[in-house]
Structures are given as structure tokens and as C-alpha cells.
């Protein structure tokens, strides 16, 4: 199913050899509320207490355009092709700055999304898919990409428990799909998991449930990465890895 | 992308000091004097995308995908915003640089030629692009005569074809010229010889404009 040799989706990174990139790139997908940045502080705190370097990057963090896209997303401004070549150049100048490097020194690279939700955010709204693949032929292949699936009505409750407030965005509300917020934000929702469902056969995602638990979640997560990093050869992980939460144990 | 819209896009290419820009310029005012709708617009002039590239050159922080990127946002910007929709409204369009100049630049950055093309897939192709042709020479010239301080990226010295910026702004335009060359064909350009004095080359893109393109019907209706 996945490539054994590393690469790019397309037409990759000019002057860039995949194949000196040892490191590892594992992706973890959902929407808001879906328990993502928790699942990744996990996962990190559990790598590095096994002594294993990790990198993080996520989207519209980029040194190059963060705060441009961050003034867009306010004005609701830019067309659509725009916002995606926008969003575009966000994910290359981390993908060259920090994913390509840390990968060449042999990190795990732990990525809050990665192109998926860009495409999926895009081809909701109505984009071509041919256009969005040649466009991410820059991206690398990622050695594992999670997708946590949480029931849309769940990830409403969960957002509010935490702002009690439905984000415009991650609600679809420039889609028209409804005038109410809350409905909106179903339906968008909705919309989004159909989508990364199409996406499915073409990018082998590991779909996780995400409804449970944080720590049944994460076991799952461990599981599938111990077992792609064992795969490799070197990775032993503690037999019986006692706690599931490192971060307490290092306080 | 193939039907019918009411305006025209007219662009113009070339390399840097071919005087393209002075021409479309004249072009410009000459139309405008006729009472006719005319929208202007220029390469890397978007104000919410300007901002980060200017950040990005001065910082040094663009790669040749990130600068190929950029500029294409830049373009969408000003396309989707104020371009498509003259157009439809029945403008002509004017282009001081269009995606041309990105297939060119990008292209001699190292990016792969197709993924640029499909990255400006969205857009029209202009009904006339005009090629202001200029021996290297003279292109050179005029710029190193006007204005010896090059930029950085302007000078091509993110390629390190040489460590004196004028030296690398001549091998940079060479590249350039080279990819223009190719595109003649490819995409029907209309080529003005640059040597000519600017009269004669405007007198031949006015002769060029008025022939292709029905002038009259571009104008604004009066109200009486």
C-alpha cells in the first residue's frame, strides 16, 4: 500500500532528494475539537522520553505568510483561489523549513494536518481536484497520516465546553449552507468527513475513532507508529509502556 | 475558461529596461483619452499578499517554491478581485506582466515548468500578449545606465550564478530571455522589436490594438 521508498506526492522540491530524508512523517488529521494538538502533546512526550527527536508543524504557522493569513481569515477578503495559494505557500515554507530539515536529520515529524484538510477545505468549496493534486505534488509522502473521526454533534459540544463559541471558518459559514451557526457547522462538518472519505483510497489514511477516550485513542496511535518505527529497525519500545501520560511523570 | 467575455486582456512581456512598461503606459493613456473602459494592473502589486513578499525577500526567506507561490497568490488576488470581474463587466484589461513572467523566472529557479503552468491554470490566457523584444544588450544597458543598485532577487542572486549582482543580472536575464524565446510560439505572442525608438514601437501597438480588438464598442456610453 504505502511506498517503501520515500517521496514526494508529484513533482516535489526542487533540488531536494527524498531519498536523504531518513526521518519520519506522521500526520494526524480531524477538525477542530477532534482531540488532535492533545493526541500530538502525547505522542511527542512519549517519543522524546524514548529518546527520539521530534519537529512540529501545523497549519498557518510559517514564518513567510502566518500573520498575512491571519489578517485574510478576519476580512473574509480573498477569493478562493487565493486563500488556497495562500494556504499553499504557508505549507511550503514550513515544509522547507522545518519538515525537509528535521526529516534530513532523522526526526519524527509530528504534523497538526497537513494537505488533506487544505484539499478537503477547497474542494468542499466547489475546487478542481485535478488543479489541488498538481498543486500538492510538492508534498511529501507521509509514513502514517491519522484521521480522527469524531460524530460532528460531538465536536460541537466539545468546542463549546471550550469557547463556547463556533468558529466562523470551521463552521463553513462562507458557504451559505445555513444562517444558523450551529446547523451550519453540522452540515460543513458533515460535508468535510464525506470528503476526506473520497480521499480515502488514494492516501490510505488510518481512521481513527476518535470518540473515545484520549488515552484508548493514543494507544492506537503508539501502536501503529512503534510498529511503523519497528518496521525500520532500531525502535524498541519500553516493554509494557507503563504510563500514558509522560508529561506527569517528567513534572 | 474558454467562453466568451465581454472585455479584453491585453498583456505585455519582456525583460527588465525592454520598456514595456513605458509602452503599456502610453498604451494606456491613449485609450483612456478615446473614453474608453480601461482597467489597469501590475505584477506583485496585491496589498494584503505584498506585505509578506516584501518580508520574505528582504528577510531572504523565499526558496524557488515559495517564491513561485507567492506570486501566483499575488496574481489570484488581483485576478479574482479586480481582473475576471472587469472583464466580465466589459473592460479592457491591461497587464503590465502577466503568468508568462512567472513561467519564465520560475522556470530558471528550477521549478518544474508544468507544476507552475498548472498552478495559473485558473486564469485566461490573454486575448493579446505584446513581447517587447530587446537584444540582451540593450536591455542591460538601459537598466545599469538608470539604476545601478540592484535588488537581490532582481539580480537573480538567490541562484548563485555569481557573487556580483551585476554580473548575476546578466546571466539571470540571459535564462530569462532564453525562456521568453520559447514561449513565442507556444503562446502566440505579438513581438515588438524594444530597439525601435518608443514612438515607432507605439505606434505599432496602437496598430496592433485597434486592428484585433474593436475599440469603439469599449467605450463608456454617454448618457444624454
Request: with cysteine.
Given at each position: 500500500?504505502r511506498?517503501?521508498?520515500?517521496?514526494?506526492?508529484?513533482?516535489?522540491?526542487?533540488?531536494?532528494?527524498?531519498?536523504?530524508?531518513?526521518?519520519?512523517?506522521?500526520?494526524?488529521?480531524?477538525?477542530?475539537?477532534?482531540?488532535?494538538?492533545?493526541?500530538?502533546?502525547?505522542?511527542?512526550?512519549?517519543?522524546?522520553?524514548?529518546?527520539?527527536?521530534?519537529?512540529?508543524?501545523?497549519?498557518?504557522?510559517?514564518m513567510?505568510?502566518?500573520?498575512?493569513?491571519?489578517?485574510?481569515?478576519?476580512?473574509?477578503?480573498?477569493?478562493?483561489?487565493?486563500?488556497?495559494?495562500?494556504?499553499?505557500?504557508?505549507?511550503?515554507?514550513?515544509?522547507?523549513?522545518?519538515?525537509?530539515p528535521?526529516?534530513?536529520?532523522?526526526?519524527v515529524?509530528?504534523?497538526?494536518?497537513y494537505?488533506?484538510?487544505?484539499?478537503?477545505?477547497?474542494?468542499?468549496?466547489?475546487?478542481?481536484?485535478?488543479?489541488?493534486?498538481?498543486?500538492?505534488?510538492?508534498?511529501?509522502?507521509?509514513?502514517?497520516?491519522?484521521?480522527?473521526?469524531?460524530?460532528?454533534?460531538?465536536?460541537?459540544?466539545?468546542?463549546?465546553?471550550?469557547?463556547?463559541?463556533?468558529?466562523?471558518?470551521?463552521?463553513?459559514?462562507?458557504?451559505?449552507?445555513?444562517?444558523?451557526?450551529?446547523?451550519?457547522?453540522?452540515?460543513?462538518?458533515?460535508?468535510?468527513q464525506?470528503s476526506?472519505?473520497?480521499?480515502?483510497?488514494?492516501?490510505?489514511?488510518?481512521?481513527?475513532n476518535?470518540?473515545?477516550?484520549?488515552?484508548?485513542?493514543?494507544?492506537?496511535?503508539?501502536?501503529?507508529?512503534?510498529?511503523?518505527?519497528?518496521?525500520?529497525?532500531?525502535?524498541?519500545p519500553?516493554?509494557?509502556?507503563?504510563?500514558?501520560?509522560?508529561?506527569?511523570?517528567?513534572? | 475558461?474558454?467562453?466568451?467575455?465581454?472585455?479584453?486582456?491585453?498583456?505585455?512581456?519582456?525583460?527588465?529596461?525592454s520598456?514595456?512598461?513605458?509602452?503599456?503606459?502610453?498604451?494606456?493613456?491613449?485609450?483612456?483619452?478615446?473614453?474608453?473602459?480601461?482597467?489597469?494592473?501590475?505584477?506583485?502589486?496585491?496589498?494584503?499578499?505584498?506585505?509578506a513578499?516584501?518580508?520574505?525577500?528582504?528577510?531572504n526567506?523565499?526558496?524557488?517554491?515559495?517564491?513561485?507561490?507567492?506570486?501566483?497568490?499575488?496574481?489570484?488576488?488581483?485576478?479574482?478581485?479586480?481582473?475576471?470581474?472587469?472583464?466580465?463587466?466589459?473592460?479592457?484589461?491591461?497587464?503590465?506582466?502577466?503568468?508568462?513572467?512567472?513561467?519564465?523566472?520560475?522556470?530558471?529557479?528550477?521549478?518544474?515548468p508544468?507544476?507552475?503552468?498548472?498552478?495559473?491554470?485558473?486564469?485566461?490566457?490573454?486575448?493579446?500578449?505584446?513581447?517587447?523584444?530587446?537584444?540582451?544588450?540593450?536591455?542591460l544597458?538601459?537598466?545599469?545606465?538608470?539604476?545601478?543598485?540592484?535588488?537581490?532577487?532582481?539580480?537573480?542572486?538567490?541562484?548563485?550564478?555569481?557573487?556580483?549582482?551585476?554580473?548575476?543580472?546578466?546571466?539571470?536575464?540571459?535564462?530569462?530571455m532564453?525562456?521568453?524565446?520559447?514561449?513565442?510560439?507556444?503562446?502566440?505572442?505579438?513581438?515588438?522589436?524594444a530597439?525601435?525608438?518608443?514612438?515607432?514601437?507605439?505606434?505599432?501597438?496602437?496598430?496592433?490594438?485597434?486592428?484585433?480588438?474593436?475599440?469603439p464598442?469599449y467605450?463608456?456610453?454617454?448618457?444624454?
Amino acid at each position: 500500500m504505502r511506498p517503501q521508498e520515500r517521496c514526494f506526492y508529484g513533482d516535489g522540491i526542487v533540488r531536494t532528494d527524498p531519498a536523504t530524508l531518513t526521518g519520519k512523517l506522521v500526520v494526524v488529521e480531524g477538525a477542530d475539537g477532534s482531540g488532535r494538538s492533545t493526541q500530538i502533546r502525547l505522542l511527542r512526550d512519549w517519543l522524546e522520553g524514548e529518546g527520539i527527536p521530534t519537529a512540529d508543524v501545523g497549519l498557518a504557522r510559517s514564518m513567510l505568510v502566518s500573520a498575512e493569513l491571519e489578517q485574510a481569515k478576519l476580512g473574509n477578503v480573498l477569493g478562493r483561489t487565493t486563500m488556497s495559494l495562500f494556504y499553499a505557500t504557508d505549507f511550503a515554507d514550513q515544509l522547507e523549513n522545518i519538515i525537509i530539515p528535521a526529516m534530513a536529520a532523522g526526526f519524527v515529524v509530528l504534523a497538526d494536518r497537513y494537505i488533506y484538510t487544505l484539499m478537503v477545505r477547497d474542494l468542499v468549496r466547489g475546487a478542481d481536484p485535478a488543479w489541488l493534486q498538481c498543486l500538492y505534488g510538492i508534498a511529501l509522502v507521509p509514513d502514517l497520516v491519522f484521521h480522527l473521526r469524531v460524530a460532528p454533534r460531538k465536536l460541537a459540544q466539545r468546542t463549546f465546553r471550550k469557547s463556547s463559541e463556533l468558529d466562523f471558518w470551521e463552521s463553513g459559514m462562507d458557504l451559505g449552507l445555513s444562517r444558523d451557526r450551529f446547523d451550519s457547522f453540522i452540515r460543513y462538518q458533515t460535508l468535510v468527513q464525506r470528503s476526506f472519505a473520497t480521499m480515502q483510497d488514494r492516501y490510505h489514511f488510518i481512521e481513527v475513532n476518535g470518540n473515545r477516550s484520549p488515552t484508548l485513542v493514543n494507544r492506537q496511535l503508539r501502536e501503529e507508529i512503534a510498529a511503523m518505527l519497528r518496521a525500520d529497525g532500531g525502535f524498541e519500545p519500553v516493554p509494557n509502556a507503563a504510563s500514558y501520560r509522560p508529561s506527569a511523570r517528567l513534572l | 475558461m474558454d467562453t466568451e467575455l465581454p472585455g479584453r486582456l491585453i498583456a505585455v512581456e519582456g525583460l527588465d529596461g525592454s520598456g514595456k512598461s513605458t509602452q503599456i503606459h502610453l498604451l494606456r493613456h491613449w485609450l483612456e483619452q478615446q473614453g474608453i473602459r480601461v482597467f489597469f494592473s501590475e505584477w506583485n502589486s496585491s496589498v494584503l499578499v505584498k506585505s509578506a513578499t516584501r518580508k520574505g525577500k528582504k528577510r531572504n526567506l523565499l526558496t524557488p517554491t515559495t517564491f513561485s507561490l507567492i506570486h501566483a497568490t499575488d496574481f489570484a488576488d488581483r485576478y479574482e478581485r479586480q481582473m475576471l470581474p472587469l472583464l466580465r463587466a466589459g473592460y479592457l484589461v491591461l497587464a503590465d506582466r502577466y503568468m508568462f513572467t512567472a513561467f519564465a523566472r520560475d522556470a530558471v529557479r528550477g521549478v518544474q515548468p508544468n507544476w507552475v503552468r498548472s498552478l495559473y491554470s485558473f486564469a485566461r490566457e490573454p486575448d493579446m500578449t505584446l513581447y517587447f523584444r530587446a537584444p540582451l544588450q540593450v536591455a542591460l544597458d538601459r537598466i545599469l545606465f538608470g539604476r545601478p543598485q540592484l535588488k537581490y532577487h532582481e539580480a537573480g542572486m538567490d541562484l548563485g550564478l555569481a557573487d556580483d549582482p551585476v554580473e548575476s543580472f546578466r546571466i539571470f536575464q540571459g535564462l530569462i530571455m532564453a525562456k521568453y524565446e520559447q514561449m513565442i510560439d507556444e503562446y502566440g505572442f505579438d513581438v515588438v522589436d524594444a530597439t525601435q525608438g518608443a514612438e515607432q514601437q507605439q505606434a505599432q501597438v496602437r496598430d496592433l490594438v485597434s486592428s484585433r480588438v474593436d475599440l469603439p464598442s469599449y467605450r463608456w456610453r454617454r448618457s444624454r
